[in-house]
């Protein structure tokens, strides 16, 4: 199975690739979901922008060069591309907009702070705030320094109206209010702590919107590596159960090989009936009443049911799973029967009673009580059933039958 794992990216022939997890995903932090891969396109931007700060906070040769062949009277927001720039600055301005939704001006003086553009009065700018009064402004790229001096300099290319002479006189009014000094204006980055521009700081806000409950607790897991990885595949549905062999084309029985219905990464950690036997027997254990369906389900039930054992949920959830996938592959691949379902949890047990060697002191001492109680009952449940010959599961009742299809 280790030849199947290393091949999970892709598989195809000459022609066609048949993706079972996309790149984005997989390019994801390890917190969100993903394997911790960088994002090429996403990390170059911050780079580029790292420039861009550069060039607003620091004041070197380059910088004099800069700002005296492209920038001359302009700004960073106002300065426009042309065809004669060279690859670098092209470059530089196409990551502009990206630069300007995390820089921010702190208004001193307000000489280096754009009236209409920069946020600098309200939480955004005015141009966002008010986009009538910005449109018929005759002089967008004014400086707040030349507004506070005289509010007759802007001009507008048409008569104002109440409602826009109401949202002017509102603007000039908490102009005249603002808190003004000598000093010269800073530039500071909302993303990075203390206000400072880190190549971090972006790709993390670029990558803002990626989300995932379950993943970090999956990485920081004590387990061993390869089920770390085991966990994060079946929680993108992505391990190779039937259902994602015949996506990738691949021909034969899509039904479990615990029971006859199609086999999927949900339907065999825990809708089958073979692990429902499994879950219910580790129920029983901390008196639940119910069974998780899914893996997603499985932390919450794992929090309702042993809310004091959170360092632990990770642990037990990767045995169970791990040992059902095990004991699946050794029915399709050494066509081992599995005599009893409970002898999966005795297997579980051993799993977690081994991996209890990486806590210390009480944390080591609840983890292997634990297991030996689950242990207990497992065994008691497993010497009172007997053994048939070829039996791989035990029968599901008609509502569940009904339920499964």
Same mark, same amino acid.
């Given at each position: 199975m280790d030849k199947i794992h290393r091949t999970f990216f892709w598989q195809g022939g000459t022609k066609k690739k048949y993706h079972l997890i996309k790149w984005t995903k997989i390019?994801?932090?390890?917190?969100?979901g !993903?394997? !911790? $891969?960088?994002? $090429?396109?996403?990390m170059n931007i911050s780079l580029l922008c790292k420039w861009l700060w550069k060039l607003e906070t620091d004041n070197g040769i380059w910088q004099q060069i800069i700002k005296y062949k492209y920038l001359k009277n302009d700004s960073i927001y106002t300065v426009k591309h042309r065809q004669t720039y060279s690859a670098i600055w092209s470059d530089l301005l196409k990551v502009r907009d990206i630069y300007l939704q995390g820089r921010n001006m702190n208004v001193e003086n307000g000489q280096k702070t754009l009236f209409w553009k920069d946020k600098w009065l309200y939480n955004n700018s005015l141009e966002v705030l008010f986009p009538d009064l910005f449109d018929m402004c005759l002089q967008k790229n004014i400086? /707040?320094?030349? /507004?506070?001096?005289?509010h007759n300099v802007v001009t507008f290319n048409r008569w104002l109206v109440d409602k826009w002479r109401i949202d002017w006189s509102k603007i000039l009014h908490d102009v005249s209010m603002f808190c003004f000094s000598m000093r010269d204006d800073k530039v500071s980055w909302k993303f990075g702590k203390k206000g400072v521009f880190s190549v971090k700081s972006l790709y993390n806000a670029l990558t803002l919107n990626e989300s995932g409950r379950y993943y970090k607790q999956v990485w920081k897991g004590k387990i061993p590596e390869k089920i770390k990885n085991f966990l994060w595949l079946a929680l993108n549905n992505a391990i190779l159960t039937k259902d994602n062999m015949i996506k990738r084309?691949?021909? !034969?029985?899509?039904t479990c090989y615990f029971c006859p219905h199609p086999e999927t990464v949900n339907h065999l950690l825990f809708q089958c009936s073979t692990a429902k036997v499994i879950w219910s027997t580790i129920a029983i254990c901390f008196g639940a009443t119910n069974v998780p369906k899914t893996l997603e389900q499985c932390w919450v039930?794992?929090?309702s049911w042993i809310p004091t054992g959170k360092k632990f949920h990770t642990t037990g959830i990767a045995a169970i799973c791990w040992v059902i996938w095990k004991a699946r592959n050794k029915i399709c691949f050494e066509n081992k029967v599995i005599l009893n379902p409970i002898s999966i949890i005795c297997h579980a047990c051993a799993l977690m009673s081994y991996w209890a060697g990486l806590y210390e002191g009480m944390d080591k001492e609840a983890r292997e009580d634990g297991v030996t109680t689950m242990l207990r009952i497992a065994t008691d449940l497993l010497n009172k059933r007997s053994r048939k010959e070829g039996c791989l599961l035990l029968k599901d009742t008609e509502e569940d039958q009904q339920n499964e299809d």
């Open positions: 390019c994801k932090s390890k917190k969100k !993903g394997l !911790g $891969i960088k994002s $090429i396109r996403k400086s /707040v320094d030349k /507004v506070k001096q005289n084309k691949c021909k !034969g029985d899509p039930w794992c929090e």
